[in-house]
């Protein structure tokens, strides 16, 4: 190349580094060839800086890029830089190797393929994603290793894939990605966010991912759509529901050690995923399958760690069941427990509890206090006070602070209309609504049970007014 023609070119560059370029060239002239070669790597040089120092000026994100990073798409924040960081062959991107909690996809990727991020020792690491405008193609497994995604940013100018509020979905939506939700405010966002890109289009939607922190989710979708499940994430474990349909809606409850998962699935099942820092646990109705009638004593299925136990119940509401894993039995291991909602309506709420050796998955045996609680709690009445005889305390209740007319009152206090199961504290609890009328009631029964080797049974009662003015018209009494 003449000097000329070389001058020409590197006019396009910078005017200001053409200058430089020709006393390099002038005195290169004089020189052996060799010298030409170092004045142009020089001027290449200089034309990279001008080229970086211009990207950082434009990016144009959603949501800006935390300025630790280079913000040019090439490098990611607090990382160590170099091309060893990214696996990139023809556009796709086949691994992530670096260690940095923000990860910036380069401009130059147009796929995410499956195994970008599985193989990357710190993956659990890795809070935040920003996908580059190029990218046209992100497989449906490709996150589903980065159990600490807080949050995901697109390009605002990327043509294929949009993100608001920690949702990543495709422009026509047919496929999202949500990362953590961390707090019933952001479920609600995230809920919002689906439902609103879902009307953008009437084909079904996939979820590559949908990984849960702490909070509840409830994403509802609309009547006649659903969505594929491919993966749900919580906890550090990470299910993998290939193929499996959640028709309606997914719905999460959280009680500390246990962060569940429920939803129906194409196939009819109602699923409920239940995720604990030792492990993966899944319930299902085995006998509710599509087209079929789900009776109403059923059986279910419990699978973990490749057992599997099947237990007989009721039809439950999945939306509505909770789940607790703790040391119930004070051996030190957990204990995995399952409550059902099986009966709603006007003036009645009725459960079932279910509990499972965690490791074994043996099921152990309740006494069922619905049926016992008279055994234990004795109700009785006369003209002016209704009177509840719990563990070593009697409770004299006068009739006269009550709201209901006389002629309304019952005989004695009517327990178990209303009852519920929880875990307070590593032991069973039982608490029933005491009803003095059809509208009233006058306080809650709870009762603690233990575990002894015929199993969880009755420990002892409590009794609690329902408010102020029937409390402080009560009596209370202790006896041994």
Same mark, same amino acid.
């Given at each position: 190349?003449?000097?000329?023609?070389?001058?020409?070119?590197?006019? /396009?560059?910078?005017?200001?580094?053409?200058?430089?370029?020709?006393?390099?060239?002038?005195?290169?002239?004089?020189?052996?060839?060799?010298? !030409?070669?170092?004045?142009?790597?020089?001027?290449?040089?200089?034309? &990279?800086?001008?080229?970086?120092?211009?990207?950082?000026?434009?990016?144009?994100?959603?949501?800006?890029?935390?300025?630790?990073?280079?913000?040019?798409?090439?490098?990611?924040?607090?990382?160590?830089?170099?091309?060893?960081?990214?696996?990139?062959?023809?556009?796709? /991107?086949?691994?992530?190797?670096?260690?940095?909690?923000?990860?910036?996809?380069?401009?130059?990727?147009?796929?995410?393929?499956?195994?970008?991020?599985?193989?990357?020792?710190?993956?659990?690491? +890795?809070?935040?994603?920003?996908?580059?405008?190029? @990218?046209?193609?992100?497989?449906?497994?490709?996150?589903?290793?980065?159990?600490?995604?807080?949050? +995901?940013?697109?390009?605002?100018?990327?043509?294929?894939?949009?993100? =608001?509020?920690?949702? %990543?979905?495709?422009?026509?939506?047919?496929?999202?990605?949500?990362?953590?939700?961390?707090?019933?405010?952001?479920?609600?966002?995230?809920?919002?966010?689906?439902?609103?890109?879902?009307? *953008?289009?009437?084909?079904?939607?996939?979820?590559?991912?949908? &990984?849960?922190? $702490?909070?509840?989710?409830?994403? $509802?979708?609309?009547?006649? *759509?659903?969505?594929?499940?491919?993966?749900?994430?919580?906890?550090? #474990?990470?299910?993998?529901?290939?193929?499996?349909?959640?028709?309606?809606?997914?719905?999460?409850?959280?009680?500390?050690?246990?962060?569940?998962?429920?939803?129906?699935?194409?196939?009819?099942?109602?699923?409920?995923? +239940?995720?604990?820092?030792?492990?993966?646990?899944?319930?299902?109705?085995?006998?509710?399958? =599509?087209?079929?009638?789900?009776?109403?004593?059923?059986?279910?299925?419990?699978?973990?760690?490749?057992?599997?136990?099947?237990?007989?119940?009721?039809?439950?509401?999945?939306?509505?069941?909770?789940?607790?894993?703790?040391?119930?039995?004070?051996?030190?291991?957990?204990?995995?427990?399952?409550?059902?909602?099986?009966?709603?309506?006007?003036?009645?709420?009725?459960?079932?509890?279910?509990?499972?050796?965690?490791?074994? %998955?043996? *099921? !152990?045996?309740?006494?069922?206090?619905?049926?016992?609680?008279?055994?234990?709690?004795?109700?009785?009445?006369?003209?002016?006070?209704?009177? +509840?005889?719990?563990?070593? =305390?009697?409770?004299?209740?006068?009739?006269? @602070?009550?709201?209901?007319?006389?002629?309304?009152?019952?005989?004695?206090?009517?327990?178990?209309?209303?009852?519920?199961?929880? @875990?307070?504290?590593? *032991?069973?609890?039982?608490?029933?609504?005491?009803?003095?009328?059809?509208?009233?009631?006058?306080?809650?029964?709870?009762?603690?049970?233990? #575990?002894?080797?015929?199993?969880?049974?009755?420990?002892?009662?409590?009794?609690?007014?329902?408010?102020?003015?029937?409390?402080?018209?009560?009596?209370?009494?202790?006896?041994?």
């Amino acid at each position: 190349m003449t000097n000329k023609k070389l001058l020409k070119a590197m006019s /396009l560059i910078d005017e200001k580094y053409v200058e430089a370029a020709k006393v390099a060239m002038i005195k290169g002239a004089k020189k052996k060839k060799r010298k !030409y070669i170092a004045a142009i790597a020089a001027c290449l040089g200089l034309l &990279m800086g001008s080229v970086v120092i211009g990207g950082l000026m434009t990016r144009d994100w959603e949501s800006p890029v935390p300025e630790s990073s280079t913000k040019d798409g090439l490098t990611s924040p607090n990382a160590n830089t170099g091309d060893e960081e990214f696996e990139i062959i023809d556009g796709s /991107l086949l691994a992530y190797r670096g260690n940095s909690t923000e990860v910036v996809i380069p401009n130059e990727v147009k796929e995410i393929t499956h195994r970008a991020f599985l193989e990357n020792d710190n993956v659990k690491t +890795i809070t935040s994603l920003y996908i580059g405008e190029n @990218v046209e193609n992100i497989h449906n497994e490709a996150f589903v290793s980065l159990t600490g995604l807080q949050k +995901i940013e697109v390009a605002k100018n990327n043509e294929y894939y949009v993100s =608001k509020d920690g949702v %990543l979905g495709r422009v026509d939506g047919s496929d999202y990605f949500a990362a953590a939700i961390t707090s019933e405010e952001a479920s609600y966002r995230f809920t919002s966010v689906i439902n609103e890109l879902r009307k *953008q289009t009437s084909a079904d939607c996939s979820f590559s991912n949908v &990984m849960i922190g $702490q909070g509840r989710l409830k994403l $509802q979708f609309e009547e006649g *759509q659903k969505c594929r499940i491919v993966s749900v994430s919580a906890l550090g #474990y990470t299910k993998e529901l290939l193929g499996m349909y959640a028709e309606g809606g997914l719905y999460s409850t959280d009680t500390g050690e246990a962060y569940t998962i429920s939803f129906v699935s194409s196939e009819g099942s109602e699923t409920a995923l +239940i995720f604990t820092k030792e492990g993966l646990y899944e319930i299902s109705c085995s006998d509710c399958k =599509k087209g079929a009638e789900c009776s109403f004593h059923t059986k279910f299925s419990l699978k973990h760690a490749g057992k599997e136990v099947v237990f007989d119940g009721r039809k439950t509401n999945w939306k509505t069941s909770k789940y607790y894993y703790e040391d119930l039995t004070g051996d030190g291991s957990f204990e995995l427990v399952a409550v059902f909602v099986w009966g709603t309506g006007t003036g009645a709420h009725e459960e079932d509890i279910y509990i499972f050796e965690a490791n074994t %998955l043996s *099921q !152990y045996r309740i006494e069922d206090m619905s049926e016992s609680l008279g055994e234990h709690v004795v109700f009785s009445a006369d003209e002016t006070t209704y009177k +509840i005889s719990t563990t070593g =305390k009697d409770y004299l209740i006068n009739k006269a @602070v009550l709201e209901s007319e006389r002629e309304h009152l019952g005989e004695v206090v009517s327990a178990n209309n209303i009852y519920r199961y929880s @875990v307070e504290n590593g *032991q069973i609890v039982y608490r029933t609504k005491c009803f003095v009328s059809p509208t009233e009631t006058i306080g809650e029964i709870s009762v603690t049970m233990m #575990y002894t080797n015929d199993g969880f049974v009755y420990s002892r009662s409590d009794y609690t007014a329902t408010n102020e003015a029937i409390n402080d018209a009560t009596i209370e009494m202790s006896y041994t």
